[in-house]
T-cell receptor, first 112, second 115 residues
Framework: DAKTTQPTSMDCAEGRAANLPCNHS???????VYWYRQIHSQGPQYIIH???NNETNEMASLIITEDRKSSTLILPHATLRDTAVYYC?????????????FGAGTQVVVTP | NAGVMQNPRHLVRRRGQEARLRCSPM?????VYWYRQLPEEGLKFMVY????????ESGMPKERFSAEFPKEGPSILRIQQVVRGDSAAYFC?????????????FGQGTRLTVV
């Protein structure tokens, strides 16, 4: 069973920020939050990960609440190419990458 | 540095035939993972291999499926006597080390259609 819950879908206007929530209320102290996305007919693409501090890279920002029970992925300026399914995953430090549990994710549709 | 390469991208097999899916990991990566994605579903882990060793095959169906990662050459996922329920996208991922801070990179997948 997936350890995270995400909304099934959301729409976002091109050029606006997209804020994708994820609930991981049972996360343990040694679990990190990872985000991947899967553009239609392609393999999953790594976006970002974090433990408890907010993180930012060239693709996105990750905001993790102080109690770590939820997080938000922020795409600062969504483009049409950001239309994809976004997966929020928790992963134990040192665990095999084979233990990734992809849930249903959030289908994000960016509209012109 | 080329990414994870999978071939073929699309594969059509008749029921009862064998399917062979190949995965070449990124340069320097010695860990390979196979995932399956059934239509309208999320990715499910199948097997984790290092060179010449199967580390974790807990997600592999007990029959007809096998995987290898030889010392030389790509990793192979083999499905014998395919059935229509095997129709899915099969993704391969690789990582450099089984270290926490490295992410796994995925290939573009092989879409298997059984007719």
């Amino acid at each position: 069973d997936a350890k995270t819950t995400q909304p099934t879908s959301m729409d976002c206007a091109e050029g606006r920020a997209a804020n994708l929530p994820c609930n991981h209320s049972t996360i343990s102290g040694n679990e990190y939050v990872y985000w991947y996305r899967q553009i239609h007919s392609q393999g999953p693409q790594y976006i970002i990960h974090g433990l408890k501090n907010n993180e930012t890279n060239e693709m996105a920002s990750l905001i993790i609440t102080e109690d770590r029970k939820s997080s938000t992925l922020i795409l600062p300026h969504a483009t049409l190419r950001d239309t994809a399914v976004y997966y929020c995953i928790v992963r134990v430090r040192g665990d095999s990458w084979g233990k990734l549990q992809f849930g249903a994710g959030t289908q994000v549709v960016v509209t012109p | 540095n080329a990414g994870v390469m999978q071939n073929p991208r699309h594969l059509v097999r008749r029921r009862g035939q064998e399917a062979r899916l190949r995965c070449s990991p990124m340069k320097g990566h010695s860990h390979v993972y196979w995932y399956r994605q059934l239509p309208e579903e999320g990715l499910k882990f199948m097997v984790y291999l290092q060179k010449e060793n199967i580390i974790d095959e807990s997600g592999m169906p007990k029959e007809r499926f096998s995987a290898e990662f030889p010392k030389e050459g790509p990793s192979i996922l083999r499905i014998q006597q395919v059935v229509r329920g095997d129709s899915a996208a099969y993704f391969c991922a690789s990582s450099q080390l089984e270290e926490f801070y490295t992410e796994a990179f995925f290939g573009q997948g092989t879409r298997l259609t059984v007719v």
